[in-house]
């Protein structure tokens, strides 16, 4: 059953403010989900002043910024800091992608930076992926076929076979999608959510893959999949510019062939 | 916690620094989230149309069954359709009937696999809002010369 309120232990808090130095000039503020599990306190929303024109023009710019100058005890993910790694997921202003590449510019207002949505907060901006990791290795997403591959030779696609996985290997896994998802925040118990059922369809579309029977089977499942109501707001949320939601259709459209 | 049944909830449980549990948070999300964004916006207001639609048909089984009882219940029922309570009310039903209708075609031709792209999304989007709106006043102005005549 779907909950629209926090639990009463994750109803965020006002925090306290870092004000920037009097001579900056290029001022913004940052409010930063805080939550330290030590403390024993609700969450909170910290607000940062920071001088952009002492700080690199990315909103992870700006994070590494306030944890190496302002607060040390700030925790995010980051690794790449160019959009390959897909650490820095978390929602900023309202929709959700990689802070290391979303300009400060693009924001107008105060920069408000929360955790990706709907997900157990391990502490500040880190949420608990387990359960889309549970369900990624339930897909199997990795190749699976009888037949023994040509010797000392890969497994050969036309140009043609290769062009149907664009558009989805390019997937990093920030999971962005799938917890910008209404669908996946109320039922991501067993619903198994844009990124995965795109990772899902990526294996059944790949031509040398020859298991397709069986991954339609496993999806074949009022919860699993057809919890899909074509929201879009994974399509609109990814910051690699995929489309999850076509993804799972071309997943629903060849469920329906198979029926006839 | 209610969801007892939601495996999610193991998950809830973390640990401080010096080992013992704590309940972790849930990370904002309806408080947070862009809702106001076409996709979800429209996709809820599908919902919400299709309710209203169905609510609206106990009205027409009022109108229904007041003809079938004869005159005087069927005054009743045209005297509150009439007044200004009923009026808005038959107005918002054939709104949320025509919303309904449009973005449920919108809904058909992406399970037919188009339209699946951010612009084209927000395009048949404008669509279904501008086609919901002209739909709705050409009904009324339908019904009123109908009614009039």
Same mark, same amino acid.
């Given at each position: 059953m779907a909950t629209f309120t926090l639990p009463r232990n994750s109803t965020v808090s006002t925090g306290q403010t870092y004000k920037a130095a009097p001579d900056a000039k290029n001022v913004r503020s940052f409010k930063i989900y805080r939550w330290d599990p030590d403390t024993g306190e609700n969450p909170r929303m910290d607000t940062y002043e920071i001088d952009l024109d002492k700080c690199g023009p990315m909103v992870l710019d700006a994070l590494i910024k306030i944890k190496n100058e302002v607060d040390t005890t700030l925790t995010f993910r980051r690794s790449c800091r160019e959009g390959i790694c897909g650490s820095c997921s978390m929602n900023i202003d309202g929709l959700n992608t990689l802070a290391c590449l979303k300009?400060?510019?693009? #924001? #107008?207002?105060e920069v408000r930076i929360n955790p990706l949505p709907h997900m157990p907060v391990v502490?500040?901006? #880190?949420?608990?992926?387990s359960q889309l990791y549970a369900q990624l290795r339930m897909i199997e997403p990795w190749l699976k076929a009888d037949t023994a591959a040509p010797p000392d030779e890969e497994r050969r696609q036309s140009r043609e076979e290769r062009a149907r996985l664009d558009g989805l290997w390019e997937c990093i896994l920030c999971f962005c999608c799938s917890t910008a998802c209404p669908s996946y925040w109320w039922n991501g118990d067993r619903y198994l959510g844009p990124a995965v059922l795109l990772q899902a369809y990526r294996w059944i579309a790949d031509s040398r893959d020859e298991y397709m029977g069986e991954r339609l089977d496993q999806l074949q499942d009022p919860f699993r999949l057809y919890r899909c109501h074509t929201i879009m707001n994974c399509a609109r949320t990814c910051p690699k510019g995929l489309n999850p939601a076509e993804a799972i259709g071309k997943v629903k459209m060849l469920l329906a062939e198979r029926e006839g | 916690m209610a969801h007892s049944n939601d495996a999610r909830e193991a998950l809830m449980i973390g640990r401080r620094t010096d080992g013992t549990t704590v309940r972790r948070p849930l990370s904002p999300h309806l408080q947070v989230y862009?809702?106001?964004?076409?996709t979800s916006a429209l996709s809820i207001m599908h919902r919400i149309s299709g309710a209203a639609w169905s609510v609206g048909l106990i009205f027409f089984v009022w109108w229904v069954a007041a003809a079938a009882a004869g005159p005087e219940a069927y005054g009743r029922m045209a005297g509150f359709m009439g007044s200004f309570i009923g009026v808005p009310i038959l107005f918002g039903i054939t709104a949320a009937a025509w919303y309904h209708i449009l973005a449920g075609i919108r809904h058909l031709m992406w399970d037919f696999g188009y339209g699946y792209d951010i612009p084209t999304t927000y395009r048949t989007g404008w669509i279904v809002i501008a086609g919901t709106a002209v739909m709705t006043v050409l009904t009324w102005i339908v019904a009123i010369v109908a009614w009039a005549s």
């Open positions: 300009p400060i510019e693009d #924001v #107008v207002g502490k500040d901006l #880190v949420p608990d992926l | 862009d809702m106001l964004q076409m």
